[in-house]
């Protein structure tokens, strides 16, 4: 069985990330049922500064005149 670990998010959805291929998919690559091994949360801000769009754009520049 491949290896996996949950990640947990704080707005409640869940992913599995592999941590080690099992062989039989290192030969196959057909995927078998994961064994979770770990937990992993992860509690991103709800107004992260990565997240938010960017201010101005090109066309809010472009009509200013000096």
Do not use: K
């Amino acid at each position: 069985m491949c290896n996996y670990t949950q990640v947990e998010f704080r707005c409640g959805h869940v992913r599995w990330t592999v941590r080690a291929w099992c062989t039989n998919y290192e030969t196959t690559h057909i995927r078998c049922p994961p064994s979770i091994v770990a937990i992993e949360f992860r509690f991103v801000p709800r107004f992260h500064p990565l997240l938010l769009p960017l201010r101005g754009t090109l066309a809010d520049h472009s009509s200013h005149v000096d």
